[in-house]
């Protein structure tokens, strides 16, 4: 059964770094990926994505910050977080749409399928 796993969250300071993984087992194939997060009392934004061929796309809060790829060989979709700052503290999810292989969607109604999240805290 294809099933979508988050690890890696935790608590760092401003400026420190985090690399999130997205276990995609049971998941065969290319086909949009991506990160979402969701912080309290607000709707799941859009953070990160790649197409099925593996070309990234970013939202304009993480660019040049974070870091979105596929490791194959581990069945993974990555998220190294570096320069972290307070307000990129979240839950974050990572999501699939095996419909889907390229102008990935950025809105979160428009996947199909998530993992359970993991907790990502900055603190200033």
């Known amino acids: 059964q294809a099933q979508l796993m988050e690890s890696g969250g935790g608590s760092v300071q401003t400026g420190g770094s985090l690399k999130l993984s997205c276990s995609t087992s049971g998941y065969y194939g290319v086909f949009c990926m991506a990160w979402f997060r969701q912080d309290s009392g607000k709707e799941r934004e859009w953070v990160a994505s790649v197409d099925s061929t593996s070309r990234p796309t970013y939202a304009d809060s993480v660019k040049g910050r974070f870091t979105i790829s596929k490791d194959n060989t581990k069945s993974t979709l990555d998220l190294q977080m570096n320069s972290l700052k307070p307000e990129d503290t979240a839950m974050y999810y990572c999501?699939?749409?095996?419909?889907?292989?390229?102008?990935?969607?950025?809105?979160?109604?428009?996947?199909?399928?998530w993992g359970q999240g993991t907790q990502v805290i900055v603190s200033s």
């Open positions: 999501a699939a749409h095996r419909l889907l292989f390229r102008d990935c969607p950025t809105t979160a109604d428009s996947w199909r399928e």
